[in-house]
Antibody, heavy 130, light 107 residues
Framework: QVQLQESGPGLVKPSETLSLTCSVSDGSIDTYYWTWIRQPPGKGLEWIGYISYTGSTNYNPSVKSRVTISVDTSKNQFSLRLSSVTAADTAVYYC????????????????????????WGKGTTVTVSS | DIQMTQSPSSLSASVGDRVTITCRASQSISTYLNWYQQKPGNAPKLLIYFSSSLQSGVPSRFSGSGSGTDFTLTISSLQPDDFATYYCQQNYISPWTFGRGTTVEVK
């Protein structure tokens, strides 16, 4: 059973860059999509972005100017970098595996893709504070 | 962004109760809707994907339905392990967005 584990500093200073890594064990990283999601203290979930096995990315506009998600297939890891952090970036950060399914839409004679996060890391708390 | 509105925000129920949670999207999302369960201090767990498909290993007392803008998660007979917070999430249009959650508490 594939497992994900986040790692990285638990404390980051304001204006600096948050860097986290997600290690994928007991599974290959090059056949799925991979995503980061965060949860501020006492609040709900916010999707940050994903990277595909081809390396293409899709980011939430709320962080798009500050975020980079990358993958290192040789290490079976993917990473998150979030620059110019503020206290609002304080959260539990989760990495997760994304499954992409395909549905045929008869009215349009086309295929549509749906996505869901089926395996999650345990999460890592990142606090932004001086 | 597509707004996902869950109701109620919390509910109290007893073991054995039938529980229904509603999720409404601000625009049509077809059936591109997932449900997750989260317990305090833990990561979310996938329950239902594509509106009504039960994730492998999830008990059959959980079911999902709906299309367009209105969706429902139903727990047919609430068990002690089901007291948690439930989130819906749309993946029809980027950015993917979550509802604010529904907490199921012990009555």
């Amino acid at each position: 059973q594939v497992q994900l584990q986040e790692s990285g500093p638990g404390l980051v200073k304001p204006s600096e860059t948050l860097s986290l890594t997600c290690s994928v064990s007991d599974g290959s990283i090059d056949t799925y999509y991979w995503t980061w999601i965060r949860q501020p203290p006492g609040k709900g979930l916010e999707w940050i972005g994903y990277i595909s096995y081809t390396g293409s990315t899709n980011y939430n506009p709320s962080v798009k100017s500050r975020v980079t998600i990358s993958v290192d297939t040789s290490k079976n890891q993917f990473s998150l970098r979030l620059s110019s952090v503020t206290a609002a970036d304080t959260a539990v950060y989760y990495c997760a595996r994304v499954v992409r399914g395909k549905e045929y839409n008869a009215p349009t004679s086309g295929f549509y893709y749906y996505y869901y996060m089926d395996v999650w890391g345990k999460g890592t708390t990142v606090t932004v504070s001086s | 962004d597509i707004q996902m509105t869950q109701s109620p925000s919390s509910l109290s129920a007893s073991v054995g109760d039938r529980v229904t949670i509603t999720c409404r999207a601000s625009q049509s999302i077809s059936t591109y809707l997932n449900w997750y369960q989260q317990k305090p201090g833990n990561a979310p767990k996938l329950l239902i994907y594509f509106s009504s498909s039960l994730q492998s290993g999830v008990p059959s007392r959980f079911s999902g339905s709906g299309s367009g803008t209105d969706f429902t998660l139903t727990i047919s007979s609430l068990q002690p392990d089901d007291f948690a917070t439930y989130y819906c999430q749309q993946n029809y249009i980027s950015p993917w967005t979550f509802g604010r959650g529904t907490t199921v508490e012990v009555k």
